[in-house]
């Protein structure tokens, strides 16, 4: 199966610790997206990129947030010092281009618990 | 911008009975429409979407789902539900040059009993 793969699946780290996520589109997809999803609600966008362009970021995307996609391959989404808040499901997802209509594929996401 | 309402956060049905989930939209140009299923502690897995054309889409598992531009709705139905259904099941919609965008609702929880 060449899914979207994600790593790791569950991370617990301490408050004010940073963690880094890594996210494998398909292969030849050149649209790669991050998502946020918490506990009783729908996944909300958080930043895509075209290639290894990010075009968008969401202003849910704080400044302890930052995403990578260098060589328009795999991509990181790492965030600094962790507050309780960002304790959440971090979903990736990438489809072949940006055609409205195109369908979006997302990985199993990765949880995150800050205590 | 555009929004999705999903109406009723649980629905619960019988196994062998109708199941109907909905989902309107606002949007200020024609969207396109999607609808995603999440089992537990997994990823979003695409059912069904509708871009141009028919207006009745057919997607996995016996789900179909009609979008009804008067009505701003793109409801899900399954003519009779089985115990595997049982998920979270997500709308969502992208607009034309939006980037392939997804919005999503809030989602409904279904619950197929014996």
């Known amino acids: 199966d060449t899914g979207v793969s994600q790593d790791p699946r569950h991370k617990i780290t301490k408050r004010g610790q940073n963690v880094t996520f890594r996210c494998d589109p398909i292969?030849?997809?050149?649209?790669l997206y991050w998502y946020r999803q918490t506990l009783g609600q729908g996944p909300e966008f958080l930043t895509y990129?075209?290639?290894?362009?990010?075009?968008?970021k969401s202003r849910l995307l704080s400044d302890r947030f930052s995403a990578e996609r260098p060589k328009g391959s795999f991509s990181t989404l790492e965030i600094q010092r962790t507050e309780q808040g960002d304790s959440a499901m971090y979903l990736c997802?990438?489809?072949?281009?940006?055609?409205?209509?195109?369908?979006?594929?997302f990985g199993e996401g990765s949880w995150l618990t800050v205590v | 911008a555009q929004s999705v309402t999903q109406l009723g956060s649980h629905v619960s049905v019988s196994e062998g009975a109708l199941v109907l989930l909905r989902c309107n939209y606002s949007s200020s140009v024609p969207p396109y429409l999607f609808w995603y299923v999440q089992y537990p502690n997994q990823g979003l897995q695409l059912l069904l979407k509708y871009t141009t054309g028919a207006t009745l889409v057919k997607g996995i598992n016996g789900f179909e789902a009609e979008f009804k531009k008067s009505e701003t709705s793109f409801h899900l139905t399954k003519p009779s539900a089985h115990m595997s259904d049982a998920a979270e099941y997500f709308c969502?919609?992208?607009?034309?040059?939006?980037?392939?965008?997804?919005?999503f609702g809030t989602g409904t929880q279904l619950k197929v009993e014996l």
């Open positions: 969502a919609v992208s607009l034309t040059g939006g980037g392939n965008k997804l919005t």
């Open positions: 292969s030849e997809h050149n649209r």
């Open positions: 990129f075209q290639n290894e362009a990010q075009l968008e």
């Open positions: 997802a990438s489809s072949p281009d940006g055609f409205s209509g195109n369908t979006i594929y």
